[in-house]
């Protein structure tokens, strides 16, 4: 779990529920082999919302073409442009 900001306890047990659930169905769906790593990150804003075939192949080109980078992250939290940065 990551909070950008102040810490305080709404935030964590905020955060605490948000990695439940991801853990619940995570193994409802017996992903526990196909996930590395996966953290909840508490953030306030609004995302864009691009075709999934579009992030595939930017995702499948930066890996297969950028040597020394093996893995592409969408953040689906809200955001507005200005706070791209997770500090």
Do not use: C
Request: charged fraction near 30%; hydrophobic fraction near 40%.
């Amino acid at each position: 779990m990551r909070i950008l900001g102040e810490v305080n306890k709404e935030y964590a047990d905020l955060l605490r529920h948000a990695d439940h659930i991801y853990i619940e169905e995570r193994d409802k769906h017996n992903l526990y082999d196909e996930v590395s790593q996966a953290f909840a990150v508490f953030l306030s804003a609004k995302f864009a919302h691009l075709p999934f075939e579009f992030l595939e192949e930017v995702s499948r080109r930066i890996i297969n073409e950028v040597q020394g980078i093996s893995r592409v992250v969408y953040n689906i939290s809200s955001k507005p442009p200005a706070t791209i940065e997770w500090e």
